[in-house]
Each structure stands twice: as C-alpha cells, then as structure tokens.
C-alpha cells in the first residue's frame, strides 16, 4: 500500500534547476497521519512509498532529489537537504540546514544536523553524531558514539569511532584513526 502521494505544490530546486514536488501523506504510519503534508522529492524513488518498507519520511522544506533515497525508518526535516547518489537509512535523521550528497551514506541511528555536512563517499552510522558547522567526506567514516562538531572536518579515509569527539577547528585525515572508549 502506498504511504504518499506528489502533491500540485512545486518549485525549483536550486541545484539541479530541476521540479521537485511537495507530498502528502495518504495513510497513517510512524507518527504521520494521513493529509500531512511532508517535503519535497523530485520522484517517488527518491523516498520509499510503500508502507510495509518502513515509515521513512521528509518533513517540512526538506528536500529530497537526483538518485537521493531515503528509506527504512529514516527521518529528514527543517531545511536538510538529500541528493546526489546519497543514501539515508535505517533510523538516522538529517535535519536542520544540514546536506547529505555526492555517495555518502547516513544510517543506523546516525544523525545529521545544523549546518553541518557529509558527503563524498563517507559514512556516518551507529549512533555518531555530525552538527554545527562540522564536515565529514572523502572516504571517512565516523560511527559507533562518535561526535564531529563545530568546525571540525573528518575526510580522506580516516575514521573516528568508539566515544570519540572531534570538535572546534580540529581536521582529522589522511589514513588517521581516532578511537576512545
């Protein structure tokens, strides 16, 4: 059963220059109710529309588009943006100003927030935590209880794991590996 339907609402999207379309709940699932009004998507690939696939949903402004997928019980809202071959999935969360793009991955109970960034083809899963103004790309991973905040950069193919913070103006890269327990 279809959770979702595209709405009349359009605009641009001022990336791609292509339509991206408002939807509309048609069912009631997770803590949607049916006739709530959700973000934008170029397409119905762009978020999973079938219910018995999770109660994945993008809320408010956000916007969802290119090869973007959110799906599972993943949760986009405020004015986060999805695109490029991006992936967000299980129950992680994007939201506020934050942008997920390029092949990065954003799953488990990761989550993505402020103005914050991830993309390239770096992962951010478990429970880890990217905010503030903090960018995570390249091939690096961040995960398990892992914080990357204020203006901090994780990129290259350097991980930071375990109890882990990166914060400030700190960078970590190159083949580098931040763990604390």
């Known amino acids: 059963m279809k959770k979702y339907k595209l709405t009349e609402e359009t605009k641009i999207s001022e990336w791609t220059g292509k339509k991206i379309t408002r ?3 048609i069912i009631d699932f ?18 999973d ?14 916007e969802v588009y290119g090869n973007a997928r959110v799906y599972g019980n993943a ?20 939201y506020g100003d934050a942008e997920v793009f390029g092949d990065a991955k954003v799953f488990g109970n ?7 960034w991830v993309s390239g083809d770096a992962w951010v899963y478990g429970n880890a935590w990217v905010y ?16 990357v905040y204020g203006n901090a950069q994780v990129y290259g193919n350097a991980e930071v794991f375990g109890d882990a ?8 890269y190159g083949d580098k590996v931040l763990y604390r327990e």
């Open 23 to 25: 939807i509309e709940a």
């Open 30 to 47: 997770g803590s949607v109710k049916a006739g709530a009004k959700g973000g934008f998507v170029e397409d119905e690939r762009n978020l």
């Open 165 to 172: 913070w990166v914060s400030g103006d700190a960078r970590v």
């Open 132 to 147: 503030g103004n903090a960018k995570v790309y390249g091939n690096a991973k961040v995960y398990g209880n892992a914080r």
């Open 110 to 116: 990761a989550k993505v927030f402020g103005d914050a």
């Open 75 to 94: 949760q986009v809202y405020g004015n986060a943006e999805v695109y490029g071959n991006a992936e967000v999935y299980g129950n992680a969360e994007v």
């Open 49 to 62: 529309i079938e219910n018995t696939s999770g109660d994945a949903w993008v809320y408010g402004d956000a």
